[in-house]
């Protein structure tokens, strides 16, 4: 199985920027599609972007879209989050979640890290 673990979370005031990472082991990195989720309290957990393991198609949610940056470095098994133009609304446990092979679906991700928290203050 692949373990994956999150970093980078933390407090940020609204409008700033935070890089979030996830760092893989155990398995074949470059063949995985990785994604982020997030939940905020009382809330069901929400896709917030993907990315092939090529690094191509990538695939946000519309609430994030144009402010965060998924990426990926195969060489480094490691998958980033840039987050930038923060708001109250993006407070969330972020997770990352891997699945086996190419997809642009949100669906089906079988691997999933402990999540890093993400608070944003007006």
């Known amino acids: 199985q692949v373990q994956l673990v999150e970093s980078g979370g933390g407090l940020v005031q609204a409008g700033g920027s935070l890089r979030l990472s996830c760092a893989a082991s155990g398995g074949a990195f470059a063949t995985y599609t990785m994604g982020w989720f997030r939940q905020a309290p009382g809330k069901d957990r929400e896709f917030v972007a993907l990315i092939p393991g090529s690094g191509v198609s990538t695939r946000y949610a519309d609430s994030v879209r144009g402010r965060f940056t998924i990426s990926r470095d195969n060489a480094k098994n490691t998958m980033y989050l840039q987050m930038t133009s923060l708001k109250p609304e993006d407070t969330a446990l972020y997770y990352c979640?891997?699945?086996?092979?190419?997809?642009?679906?949100?669906?089906?991700?079988?691997?999933w890290g402990q999540g890093t928290q993400v608070t944003v203050s007006s």
């Open positions: 979640a891997a699945k086996f092979g190419y997809s642009t679906s949100s669906s089906d991700f079988h691997s």
